[in-house]
């Protein structure tokens, strides 16, 4: 069965340094999204992504947040200055279409120390 | 802005017992309902879904969910729980026109016990 894989699965960083967390939808796939889950609370809505531009972003994702398809198989999400408060599971997602629903990765655990 | 409510943080049952998990919606028109499990330190897993057809869905795993738009319901049920069905169930729910993003609930951690 077709998968979303995420690189890393773990990425420790120190406060006030970029990270790039890595997606590769899968193949068919048209919409991607970017969601995260600090421990203990549920999934959040970071950013959804159609037609190489952002379709739709949370408050969460400011303009510290930054997504891009680089190729036809990647789908990244940068944050450029990491703060304590962003150490979460972030997890990639994909779908054709709403109603076929939405295979997420595994998830890189971000800690920012 | 749409959102799900999932009654009880932890729900605790014996093997063999029914597992009721229960998801209410809150939208001005009948949205996409979805069912999620999480497994310990894994990803999401699309359990069910309802689109609009049939209002009883039959998931994986032997899970299923009925749609009740005059209850805004969407119970997740499994007439015999197993010892592989401890988890986290979460319940999220999309717009069907425009805007395609999931909204989630707080989710519930299911405990199943000899």
């Known amino acids: 069965e077709p998968e979303v894989t995420q690189t890393p699965s773990h990425q420790v960083t120190q406060m006030g340094q970029e990270v790039i967390l890595r997606c590769v939808p899968i193949?068919?796939?048209?919409?991607f999204y970017w969601y995260r889950q600090i421990l203990g609370q549920k999934v959040e809505f970071l950013v959804s992504?159609?037609?190489?531009?952002?379709?739709?972003k949370s408050e969460i994702f400011d303009d510290q947040f930054s997504v891009e398809r680089p190729d036809g198989s990647n789908f990244t999400l940068k944050i450029r200055s990491t703060k304590l408060e962003d150490s979460a599971m972030y997890f990639c997602?994909?779908?054709?279409?709403?109603?076929?629903?939405?295979?997420f990765g595994s998830g890189t655990r971000l800690t920012v120390v | 802005a749409q959102s799900v409510t999932q009654l009880g943080s932890h729900v605790s049952v014996s093997e063999g017992a029914l597992v009721l998990l229960r998801c209410n919606y809150s939208?001005?028109?009948?949205?996409?309902l979805f069912w999620y499990v999480q497994y310990p330190n894994q990803g999401l897993q699309l359990l069910l879904k309802?689109?609009?057809?049939?209002?009883l869905v039959k998931g994986i795993n032997g899970f299923e969910a009925e749609f009740k738009k005059s209850e805004t319901s969407f119970h997740l049920t499994k007439p015999s729980a197993h010892m592989s069905d401890a988890a986290e169930y979460f319940c999220?729910?999309?717009?069907?026109?425009?805007?395609?993003?999931?909204?989630f609930g707080t989710g519930t951690q299911l405990k199943v016990e000899l």
């Open positions: 997602a994909s779908s054709e279409g709403q109603a076929y629903g939405y295979t």
């Open positions: 193949s068919n796939h048209l919409y």
């Open positions: 992504f159609y037609n190489n531009e952002i379709s739709e």
């Open positions: 939208s001005s028109v009948p949205p996409y």
């Open positions: 309802y689109t609009s057809a049939a209002t």
């Open positions: 999220a729910v999309s717009p069907t026109g425009g805007g395609n993003k999931l909204t």
